[in-house]
């Protein structure tokens, strides 16, 4: 008798334990544990890492494209937090891109004594690398096993700038240039972005987007300002629109959004965005892939985020 009972406990434990295996949520919850990077070139000197399970059968995936912060003057696709970052959601059955761009800046500064047309070119600049990223991703979609009508935008700071300009601005005349654009944007998650002017978002172009900043952010405003705060009698002196004004803009257009700001936060919240993966799966699973409608405006506080 003590066998028998042994040997349904085993059996008990081995259905709970499959019970709980299949419970397991694609894109919610870790998957896999062994994710490989590999380092392609998209476009002359230019990189991205791309990371995912070798052990992932899955034919085809959405695509997260990360682009890293650093003002255009530093930064790299394969610092510490891009790469958690990357292992974090590819874990979950994401393929994920973390790519290089023009630091067009580096050596020369990106504030208030840089012209604001430079500015303006760097972002464009910036964008053109994003789109041949994509269109060399997309290219390939059966050989990195992605789809490319399922592609979302992840930036922080001046990755968030471009990442946001990239779909706001695709029908502004500064971007006419910029390389072709391929694939579908079907979301963007910006840790302290803004655009060149948020007027440009329409039912068109407009997508689900979660945004997070600090409100005293004194180099990427949260509402529409100048970059860096620059005087007006300036060089650099060049409006942004923050989140603030962006999610105006889309509660008009009914779409889906989540806003969370910290009112004595300032840039820092650039990293601390990386952090917040809770957050982030939840609106790309929910919001984005499962079109679940929410628009939410929060405040939070590094002190309760940052754990």
């Known amino acids: 008798?003590?066998?028998?009972?042994?040997?349904?406990?085993?059996?008990?434990?081995?259905?709970?334990?499959?019970?709980?295996?299949?419970?397991?949520?694609?894109?919610?919850?870790?998957?896999?544990?062994?994710?490989?990077?590999?380092?392609?070139?998209?476009?002359?000197?230019?990189?991205?890492?791309?990371?995912?399970?070798?052990?992932?059968?899955?034919?085809?995936?959405?695509?997260?494209v990360l682009v890293h912060g650093g003002g255009f003057v530093a930064g790299q696709r394969n610092g510490g937090e891009e790469t958690t970052f990357g292992e974090t959601f590819a874990k979950k059955g994401f393929a994920v891109a973390s790519i290089s761009y023009r630091l067009s800046r580096k050596g020369k500064g990106f504030d208030c004594n840089c012209p604001a047309a430079t500015k303006v070119k760097t972002y464009v600049e910036a964008v053109d690398d994003l789109n041949k990223a994509i269109y060399y991703l997309t290219t390939y979609a059966t050989k990195f096993n992605i789809d490319p009508d399922n592609i979302i935008l992840v930036g922080s700071s001046a990755g968030a700038e471009t990442i946001l300009n990239k779909f706001i601005l695709k029908d502004n005349f500064n971007f006419k240039p910029v390389a072709i654009q391929q694939g579908k944007?079907?979301?963007?998650?910006?840790?302290?972005?803004?655009?060149?002017?948020?007027?440009?978002?329409?039912?068109?172009?407009?997508?689900?987007?979660?945004f997070i900043h600090g409100r005293m952010d004194n180099k990427v405003p949260y509402a529409s300002a100048s970059h860096h705060l620059c005087n007006s009698n300036t060089p650099g002196y060049l409006i942004l629109d923050g989140p603030s004004e962006i999610v105006k803009k889309l509660r008009s257009l009914n779409t889906s959004y989540e806003l969370y700001s910290d009112p004595e936060g300032g840039h820092e919240w650039a990293d601390f965005g990386f952090q917040q993966t809770d957050l982030v799966k939840n609106f790309i699973y929910n919001n984005i892939l499962k079109k679940i409608k929410v628009q939410r405006e929060e405040i939070i506080s590094k002190l309760i985020l940052k754990k």
Do not use: C, W
């Open 185 to 210: 944007i079907i979301g963007a998650i910006s840790f302290s972005g803004a655009t060149l002017d948020a007027d440009y978002l329409t039912s068109e172009n407009a997508v689900p987007m979660l």
């Open 1 to 64: 008798m003590p066998f028998l009972r042994t040997l349904t406990s085993l059996f008990f434990l081995f259905i709970i334990s499959n019970v709980q295996i299949h419970a397991q949520t694609r894109y919610i919850d870790d998957l896999f544990s062994n994710i490989r990077k590999r380092t392609y070139f998209y476009a002359d000197t230019l990189k991205l890492d791309f990371y995912d399970s070798k052990l992932d059968t899955a034919s085809i995936k959405p695509l997260i």
